[in-house]
């Protein structure tokens, strides 16, 4: 004889969507609160790249705008595509992929710049050099 009883198709359904639901909810990360807090950090973080355009920061623009952009890149991989809750192999592709990006970007700013011909022309065909 066993004293156990079984729990019906509805009441086993029932627990596997609540179990469900809780571990789900878990993984997402921040609150709605929290988003509205990191789109107005974003938003000032922008505004300040906007201020370039309008004030003269002198040599200390591109750097100040390629750090801004690098913040802005994290904030938005960690929060919005929930990477600081997710594997760490997925934030490392993501990090690649920006230090890429600043390579490619480096390499086009330097050839303007230190790939020249010493009389002052670039390579082009310039009938005036």
């Known amino acids: 004889m066993s004293t156990a009883t079984e729990a019906t198709p509805a009441e086993v359904h ?24 990191v789109a107005v950090l ?6 300040a790249e906007v201020m370039t355009y309008f004030f003269d920061f002198g040599p200390a623009e591109v750097p100040g705008l390629l750090i801004l952009m690098v913040v802005k890149f994290w904030i938005v991989v960690a929060y919005f595509m929930h990477l600081r809750f997710d594997n760490k192999l997925f934030t490392w592709i993501f990090v690649g992929g ?32």
């Open 14 to 37: 029932a627990v596997d969507e609540h179990d469900g639901h809780d571990d789900e909810h878990q993984d997402h990360g921040l609150s709605d609160v929290g988003y509205i807090k």
């Open 42 to 47: 974003l938003a000032v973080l922008t505004a």
């Open 98 to 129: 920006l230090v890429l990006a600043l390579a490619v970007y480096a390499a086009l700013g330097t050839s303007m710049v230190f790939w020249t011909d010493p009389v002052g022309c670039d390579l082009s065909p310039n009938p005036n050099c």
